[in-house]
């Protein structure tokens, strides 16, 4: 412990914390004055209570502890901290392209130069594929994804609010009464409240959905902009949890963090393998549970189709409604022949298109509750 | 009465004496939420004992333990406190019939203390010393958090019609989650953050052996076995500390002594006390013997 041994202890956990924040964890201020404090009631020089009061204070999820341990040991080494943060991958997100005079292709010959596009224009984007947009239509229809209100089938809540119809209150009824003397003047009377479910959304990255992730990732930062209680995972060839980093309020601020997040952009999918992933370690504790699950993929799987479709009786079975939306079945001639498709689909309450706006605000009817035929 | 905790190895030594089995982290973790007052968050698997370490720091403490069950919809009447409305209209009959006419002192009678039915978290705050257990945190709702983050940062409980109620000496508190959800930051920050892991063999063994006075060590130590293989074979639902008790226990009772070659019918048979999916149970079943004598 020579880096405690002779100099002020506090300086020297200041300067832990320093290290650990560049490694990840959130070491803010408070926390590190309660490391001070734990330090104080233990003994500074014998390494583990000073590991243990550090793990104690600055730690708040098993996901820090790893981080923890690396800079504790490089730190008390008399180490340099590395650089921990992962390197950036590969930028994916496109510039922003300034809503400029210069009129798409298809537009008709009207004269209005800016993307605030009018009622019918609006329409037939609403339609066209979301692959196929000119920079200025993408960013009309970025516009409209933002406006999208995704909001989770709505369940009773085991909480209540004042109602007139509906079974007797009996707190509120009897404190009315304390009011005026003991006599039962009004009788109050409530009802169950309404929340939305939960919305859990599953985005594919992977190679062969590039031009739709992006999209996908916009309509789940509108439903995490909303509830917060929403989670949004990417897999690709891995599974990565983005709900942190899609909360951001701008969109797009929202989508680079996201992308500085997911290491596997543009890779190919093991869906079967990261459903698994995702339910051991998120869904089965609680998060699918009684939820509604978006899975936005083309269901090319790469690996083994029985596992996808094991897994996603499993979701099924832990999820309140499973949502399949897959871009290419909005497709002329389109049949789910794909191995993936194949063995997802028995486990899917609604599977729907993801090719187009319009799509996208089919889906987000869909997950509110509007039932769509199954395929 | 209470025993004055010095240091993290004399408060293993307690907790052992209690039949819990802390390892060195976990006991200054506990030491650091006695010494410091504050409150001890644990997270970790189902079945790590994250409730049981509150049970045996009460005991520790020869405090009263003082539980707070979460679910949905848990509200203030039920984790605070709540008016005994009945009492009070009887009080406001009792005063009519004996002929009291003044009503404003009728009306400040009936909002008195002796009036105010305390549920677990002020009655934590009025028992000293105590040990509050906030059990399964992340199974209640955003409104929950919000005020036991109000009662935990200053333990006080303010009450509008009769004014705020402080704890003397705060009471040690013990807040789990099964991390079903993530807890709210602000909430975590207040406390001191503990992840149990699984006991490893050694004293998973000793843990069967103190709950299970009759079991013999071949057996603890099978079932320790197979549990600790278990965890590392990316089941559904992997096996806690308590499986291995109840299977124990199940075995005891099914008369085996061992997990022999003569006993696996019955541990066949009762590993539904050890695995709760059949998914599991299949791709166990078959393994046990090859598992109890691995290394």
């Known amino acids: ?375 | 009465m209470t025993p004055d905790v010095t240091s993290p190895q004399q408060l293993v030594q307690l907790l052992d004496e209690q039949g819990y089995f802390a390892d060195e982290g976990l006991a200054t973790a506990a030491y650091l939420a006695l010494s410091m007052r504050r409150p001890l968050f644990c997270e970790g698997d189902a079945g790590v004992g994250k409730t049981a370490l509150a049970g045996a720091l009460a005991r520790v403490l020869d405090a009263p333990l003082i539980r707070l069950q979460c679910y949905e919809g848990l509200d203030a009447a039920q984790a605070l406190y709540d008016w005994d409305f009945p009492r009070q209209l009887l009080h406001l009959r009792a005063g009519e019939a004996a002929g009291i006419a003044d009503a404003d002192r009728l009306e400040a009678e009936i909002y008195d203390r002796r009036f105010l039915v305390a549920r677990p978290l002020l009655q934590a705050l009025e028992t000293t010393p105590s040990v509050l257990l906030v059990d399964e945190v992340d199974r209640a709702d955003d409104e929950f958090e919000a005020f036991l983050l109000e009662v935990l940062s200053d333990f006080t409980i303010s009450v509008p019609e009769l004014g705020t109620i402080h704890a003397e000496t705060p009471p040690v508190v013990v807040v789990t989650s099964n991390r079903t959800r993530e807890v709210h930051d602000a909430l975590k920050r207040r406390c001191l953050y503990h992840w149990l892991e699984h006991p490893d063999l050694a004293r998973e063994v000793a843990i069967i052996r103190r709950r299970l006075p009759a079991a013999t060590d071949a057996l603890a130590e099978a079932v320790a076995r197979v549990a600790r293989v278990a965890r590392g074979e990316d089941l559904l639902k992997p096996p806690g500390v308590a499986e291995s008790i109840d299977w124990t226990e199940a075995l005891l009772a099914l008369g085996a002594h061992d997990l022999g070659a003569d006993n696996l019918d019955r541990a066949a048979a009762s590993l539904g006390a050890f695995l709760k999916y059949r998914e599991d149970q299949e791709r166990v079943v078959d393994r046990i013997a090859e598992w109890a004598a691995a290394g």
């Open chain 1, 1 to 375: 412990m020579s880096a405690a041994g002779d100099s002020d202890v506090t300086v020297t956990m200041v300067g832990f914390a320093r290290t650990l924040r560049a490694a990840g964890v959130d070491a803010s201020p408070e926390r590190v004055q309660a490391m001070v404090t734990a330090t104080s009631h233990l003994d500074v020089c014998r390494r583990a209570d000073v590991y243990w009061a550090g793990r104690c204070t600055l730690c708040g999820s098993p996901d820090d502890i790893a981080r923890y341990d690396r800079a504790f040991a490089a730190y008390f080494a008399g180490d340099v901290a590395p650089p921990l943060r992962r390197q950036t991958p590969v930028q994916v997100v496109r510039p922003i392209a300034v809503p400029g005079p210069q009129r798409s292709r298809r537009r008709r010959s009207d004269d209005d130069p800016t993307p605030a596009a009018t009622a019918s224009e609006t329409e037939i984007l609403r339609h066209r594929d979301l692959a196929r947009l000119t920079a200025s239509e993408r960013e009309v229809v970025r516009r409209l994804i933002a406006s999208i209100d995704p909001l989770g089938e709505p369940r009773l809540s085991r909480r209540y609010r004042r109602s007139h119809h509906g079974p007797l209150d009996p707190r509120r009824t009897v404190r009315a009464m304390l009011r005026r003397g003991g006599e039962p003047v009004r009788l109050e009377r409530r009802r169950r409240r309404v929340r939305p479910r939960r919305l859990v959304l599953i985005v594919d990255v992977s190679g062969s959905m590039q031009p739709y992730a992006d999209p996908f990732l916009r309509f789940a930062h509108a439903a995490a902009r909303r509830r917060p209680g929403t989670e949004v995972f990417t897999v690709g060839t891995r599974l990565t949890r983005v709900t942190r980093e899609i909360r951001d309020r701008d969109p797009s601020a929202a989508l680079s963090a996201v992308t500085g997040a997911v290491a596997d952009w543009s890779g190919g999918t093991r869906l079967g393998e990261l459903l698994k992933a995702f339910l051991d370690r998120w869904g089965q504790r609680g998060v699918a549970r009684g939820a509604v699950v978006v899975v936005a993929s083309d269901g090319w799987e790469r690996g083994d189709a029985t596992l996808l479709g094991d897994q996603m009786a499993r979701l099924h079975r832990l999820a309140h409604r499973v949502v399949w939306a897959n871009p290419h079945r909005g497709q002329p001639g389109y049949e789910p022949m794909t191995a993936g498709m194949v063995a997802a689909l028995p486990h899917v309450d609604d599977f729907v298109d993801g090719h187009s706006l319009a799509a996208l605000q089919r889906l987000a009817q869909v997950v509110s509750g509007a039932r769509s035929t199954h395929a």
